[in-house]
């Protein structure tokens, strides 16, 4: 069917979602993303788009941590604790304060004994302790962390942004997702935007929330190469499929799909080959490798995903999310916290100094966030319940206030009380410093103009460098 849409939509809107098959080269999981792509020449819905105002960040590492981590274990010291450890009463339970003792570092800020190395970077780090949000429990609030919406399936953060901003690498996905859990791809997903904006999952992780993961498929992509067919063959096959594609597209005069499908034939061929080099890390030399922690426990497995997000920037990748999970403590919090921090201390550090030495965390916006916190107060005798009045998450590079601390939960970190900081104005900075205004980044659909922020989200301006 041949249709035209209205000349006051975006190139970025001429797109269709394309669901079709891509059966030629065993590469569908990837074709979904790619259909429409073209970053060379003009009028690809992945070229690179020129932001609202000039930029702080030219992309983005997401370090999710999912399972809710205990910001009054972590990153929100609270000297107060110690003399209400035991107290009940007016708390909904009895309090109980750190097991760990917190320190002070030169900028200023207090962060746990568990992180020495991620202390080392205190002067990069920008903590948002007035975060919160609306939902208190894990799937509801990893959606609303990842889309702005707990309601409703909406594009993620990282889909918004490559719509946004387009890719820098016409080789390459412009979003990718490392080890992501078992169904989660709304998280990661583009719902009503054009699907070659969700994110292409490495190595999906499987198992219940809170247990161990296999990292051994997170350094693969599934199907990548066609068992069948050499390459010369296969650019026959292609050349042959293109050559009907164009014809049909001849014959409409328009379609947005057939042309989608042609470039994303295109680009997923060109995949083959630079994605699994770029996924190879067996060319970095020893002492990078040590600064990451790869090949040592309890760091390898993190270590190696913060290792691939750096080469995946680098190479132009607008938007790379890691997952860490194990958060949840419910129980056993004085085993579990320090297995999580020596799980992701060493390998966060590396990938601060190592963007920092590269010059490029001047403008790589690096991310830390879970869904929710824990409770000030003690659940099951040693562990902390869900806590979505008040929490820790902290940014690092892309144009942020390193050193800084803004916002603060009460004297037992219990509720957000200054510079309360709501998902969708957290999502409204980080737009922000990407050179995105978050009220005109729109999409039109169901007859409205949708984002990421819904109707809400101020930009927190006093955290820009």
Not at 133 to 145: G, R
Not at 195 to 211: E, V, W
Not at 358 to 377: N, S
Request: proline share 5%; aromatic share 8%.
């Amino acid at each position: 069917m041949n249709w035209q849409l209205p000349q006051a939509y975006s190139r970025r809107q001429l797109l269709q979602q394309v669901s079709s098959g891509f059966g030629m080269l065993a590469f569908a999981s990837l074709a979904t993303w790619a259909s429409g792509n073209t970053t060379s020449g003009t009028g690809g819905p992945l070229a690179p788009q020129a932001p609202h105002f000039p930029a702080r960040a030219k992309r983005v590492i997401f370090l999710c941590m999912r399972g809710g981590p205990s910001h009054v274990d972590t990153f929100d010291y609270k000297p107060e604790m110690s003399k209400l450890d035991g107290q009940s009463g007016k708390f909904r339970g009895t309090l109980m304060k750190s097991p760990w003792d917190f320190r002070q570092h030169r900028c200023g800020l207090w962060i746990t004994e568990l992180l020495p190395k991620l202390s080392e970077q205190a002067d990069q780090l920008c903590l948002l302790r007035g975060m919160h949000t609306d939902q208190p429990v894990h799937p509801s609030a990893m959606t609303q962390l990842h889309t702005g919406s707990a309601q409703f399936v909406r594009p993620s953060l990282g889909a918004w942004t490559l719509y946004g901003l387009g890719s820098e690498n016409d080789s390459l996905p412009g979003f990718v997702c490392i080890n992501p859990a078992a169904g989660s791809g709304g998280n990661y997903g583009s719902a009503f935007l054009p699907a070659i904006y969700q994110g292409t999952s490495l190595g999906k992780a499987t198992g219940p929330l809170g247990s161990a993961r296999s990292s051994q498929n997170a350094e693969r992509v599934a199907d990548i190469q066609n068992p069948r067919l050499t390459a010369r063959m296969q650019r026959q096959q292609l050349d042959l499929i293109q050559q009907l594609n164009r014809q049909k597209l001849k014959a409409d005069v328009q379609n947005p799909g057939v042309d989608g499908i042609i470039e994303s034939y295109e680009l997923a061929f060109r995949m083959q080959s630079a994605l699994p080099d770029l996924m190879d890390i067996s060319g970095e030399d020893a002492k990078t490798l040590a600064l990451y922690g790869v090949g040592q426990q309890p760091t390898d497995k993190f270590g190696r995903q913060c290792l691939m997000a750096r080469r995946f920037v680098e190479a132009g990748v607008r938007f790379v999310e890691l997952e860490h999970t194990g958060w949840d403590t419910h129980q056993n919090l004085s085993n579990r916290i320090p297995e999580l921090c020596g799980q992701i201390d060493q390998p966060i550090a590396g990938l601060l100094t190592d963007l920092k030495r590269r010059g490029l965390l001047k403008d790589t916006l690096v991310i830390w966030a879970g869904e929710f916190g824990r409770t000030p107060y003690a659940q099951n005798g040693n562990g902390r319940d869900h806590n979505n009045k008040g929490f820790t998450t902290w940014m690092a590079g892309g144009g942020v206030r390193g050193g800084f601390s803004y916002g603060a939960t009460d004297e037992t970190g219990a509720e957000a009380v200054e510079g309360r900081c709501h998902i969708h104005d957290w999502h409204a900075t980080i737009l922000h410093l990407l050179g995105l205004d978050h009220q005109k980044l729109t999409y039109r659909y169901a007859g409205r103009d949708f984002r990421l922020t819904d109707v809400s989200g101020n930009v927190l301006t006093d955290i820009v460098a």
